[in-house]
């Protein structure tokens, strides 16, 4: 594999881009190990989704995930959560074998999916039902996830008397309330105008802040991926690997709206955007 690497100069600074080969694998959150996947079309022969994709995250680690559509980036998120398994290869998610339902695992998706006729309390609550919490002590940890969201005074209202974006928020504070240790994040702001999606991007990072929960965010926005990340990385086209990885240097905690001004966040721009070019615009 050929080596991507280059840096970028800003203020005294250096942005520097890591050898597309895979980070090591250690022992932490995700561990992902030469995994190969395959789908079956109708009257067709399997295609390859995932070709020896190796990737590991160290708790509390927050990384995105960015490559060209189709190229198996929710396929990933689908074998972590334990929704699908691979054909090839090994995946340890908290130090065992991805399971359907594992209570240490949340995962949020780009649409909020909340049920129209409960209350954002109830929708919250609902989560903790879920997973055994006792009935008289849903309703103080559903009011204070939502109220870490900005929402303190919408828990009566139901899903059709809030914004999209409050919607959404709402969708974080329920998957965020149980206290999983790994969150899986599917475009989950991509429904949202350019405005609101600041808005609930910052809420996130100081909900993610004061949890410290390793976060796994598959996105095709490139600036929300630095905004928000520790890490990106980039996967190549079907049958994709990982081709490159970019530690972000940027100091937390941030502002999206405030890293738009910042010329170190463009300087690692035009370094992540060069090598995209040189991977999908080239080819």
Known sequence: ?????????????????????????????????????????????????LVDLTLALPPGEFVAIVGPSGCGKTTLLNLLAGLDKQ???????????????????????????????????KNVELALQLVGVRKKDRAERAVRALSEMGLNDYAG???????????????????????????????PFSALDAQTRILVQDEFLKMWGRRGITVVLITHDLSEAIALADRVVLMGRRPSQIKA???????????????????????????????????????
Do not use: C
């Open 87 to 121: 054909k090839a290869g090994t995946i340890a998610v908290l130090g065992q074998p991805p399971r359907a339902g594992d209570t240490r695992v949340g995962y949020l998706f780009s649409r909020d999916a909340l049920l129209p006729w409960r209350t954002a309390q």
């Open 1 to 49: 594999m050929e080596d991507n690497q280059g840096t970028v100069d800003d203020p005294g600074k250096v942005v520097t881009l890591v050898s597309p080969e895979p980070r090591a694998v250690s022992d932490g959150v995700v561990d992902v190990r030469g995994v190969y996947h395959e789908y079956a079309l109708q009257d067709e022969k399997p295609q390859p989704v």
């Open 157 to 187: 209202a139901l899903p059709s008397q809030l914004s999209q974006g409050m919607r959404q928020r709402v969708a974080i504070a329920r998957t965020l309330v149980t206290e999983p240790q790994l969150v899986l994040m599917d475009e």
């Open 245 to 283: 990885e970019f530690p972000i240097t940027l100091s937390r905690p941030r502002s999206t709206k405030a890293l738009q001004s910042e010329r170190e966040y463009h300087a690692i721009y035009e370094a992540i955007w060069k090598v995209l070019e040189d991977e999908f615009v080239s080819n």
